[in-house]
């Protein structure tokens, strides 16, 4: 089974920082990989598919790149909504979340 | 709208069948996959396995043994049904389908504890 490796597990940013948060598979995924953001209390939400798509209604202060066995989302300008757990989803090769990124604000 | 709503007995005992209905609107199960995801309390997401448009299933390979997803058309209904439950099965199931991205529309997510 592939393994996806998040980091940090927790990150503290404060408002406008530009925020990287990564993810690393245990081998090549074809860029097959979803980045979900879940708020306190709620469900997750799909924010980017196959590695730098923008889901529909998705604030484009975020983006996705990557390729191989490493990804990354980026946050451009931190905002206070955007405090949650941030996961990582690969379906190269059966279906694999990573553990998840808190985000807060310093 | 797309709309999933899960529903189930919120307790279950450990050694006993767990059994989930996930009730649709919006679209048709016969377009459309339906998958199972669950999150454990204060912990990550696990895929738990899917339904597709076709009527076949996929399953986590960890869980393969225990679980068992199926479908009623006429009633716009997914079931999950996972037996020998043990504590570590305690968690929030999520029904989700697709739509570009894998999991695009969620359920708000049913509690189900085992415990005696």
């Known amino acids: 089974d592939i393994q996806m490796t998040q980091s940090p597990s927790l990150l503290s940013a404060s408002v406008g920082d530009r925020v990287t948060l990564n993810c690393k598979a245990s081998?090549?995924?074809?860029?097959?990989l979803e980045w979900y953001q879940q708020k306190l209390g709620e469900a997750p939400k799909l924010l980017i598919y196959?590695?730098?798509n923008l889901q529909t209604g998705i604030s484009s202060r975020f983006s996705g790149s990557g390729s191989g066995t490493d990804y990354t989302l980026t946050i451009s300008s931190l905002q206070p909504e955007d405090v949650a757990t941030y996961y990582c989803?690969?379906?190269?090769?059966?279906?694999?979340f990573g553990a998840g990124t808190k985000l807060e604000l310093k | 709208q797309v709309q999933l709503k899960e529903s189930g007995p919120g307790l279950v005992q450990p050694s006993q069948t767990l059994s989930l209905t996930c009730t649709v609107s919006?679209?048709?199960?016969?377009?459309?996959?339906v998958h199972w995801v669950r999150q454990p309390p204060g912990k990550g997401l696990e895929w738990v396995g899917a339904?597709?448009?076709?009527?076949?299933?996929d399953y986590n390979s960890a869980l393969k043994s225990r679980l068992s997803i199926s479908r009623d058309t006429s009633k716009s209904q997914v079931f999950l049904k996972m037996n020998s439950l043990q504590t570590e099965d305690t968690a929030i199931y999520f029904c989700?389908?697709?739509?570009?991205?894998?999991?695009?529309?969620w359920g708000q997510g049913t509690l189900v504890t085992v415990s005696s």
């Open positions: 989700t389908r697709p739509a570009r991205g894998w999991f695009a529309y």
């Open positions: 989803y690969q379906y190269n090769s059966g279906n694999t």
């Open positions: 339904i597709w448009s076709g009527g076949s299933t």
């Open positions: 196959y590695t730098n």
């Open positions: 919006g679209f048709s199960l016969t377009s459309n996959s």
């Open positions: 081998q090549n995924i074809n860029k097959n």
